[in-house]
């Protein structure tokens, strides 16, 4: 068996469309697939060569939030990866503009941040640092803060990552 990756996530939601909406705005994810009626949509990631990337399926607006970490077993979050450094200030630009943004953080092989989508979903978008500079941090938790100012003094802001 060579498994080369993740190819896709689906989601339940509240509204699909709400989802679609707020992918395409805050990431530029675009629609490949809709159903007329709201209960499902699949989406691609602006660079990406999967037919799909994400589908969301609708349950409606009485469900409950994901306990999941806290009460109950379940995903935790899903990293989107970006190219450089400037995508990944320029995505934390949006974020912060959105109010999504929840958190930053350094783990040595990636800079990372975090935000939450329509119905409280977390989401990374991520920068992973080339692999000739990972050292000690690739066997290594590392969750420190993300100074990303720094990282782009240290790895300028075109350099992309996974070289």
């Not at 060569?49 to 995903?75: E, P, R």
Request: glycine content about 8%; aromatic content about 10%; some cysteine.
């Amino acid at each position: 068996m060579s498994i080369i990756g993740m190819n896709h996530a689906v989601l339940y939601v509240r509204d699909a469309r709400v989802h679609k909406e707020f992918y395409s705005r805050i990431l530029g994810f675009t629609t490949n697939i809709e159903d007329r009626n709201g209960q499902f949509v699949f989406m691609r990631a602006p660079n990406s060569n999967n037919h799909h990337d994400v589908a969301f399926f609708s349950i409606g607006g009485d469900a409950f939030s994901s306990n999941a970490g806290q009460k109950s077993v379940g995903l935790y979050h899903i990293a989107w990866e970006v190219e450089t450094l400037a995508e990944l200030e320029e995505v934390k630009t949006t974020l912060e503009r959105e109010g999504c943004l929840v958190g930053a953080s350094d783990h040595g092989v990636n800079k990372s941040l975090y935000a939450v989508d329509p119905d409280g979903l977390e989401f990374e978008v991520m920068w992973l640092v080339p692999e000739k500079f990972w050292g000690d941090a690739e066997t290594a938790a590392i969750i420190e803060p993300l100074d990303l100012s720094r990282e782009i003094d240290t790895f300028g802001r075109e350099l992309k990552g996974r070289n």
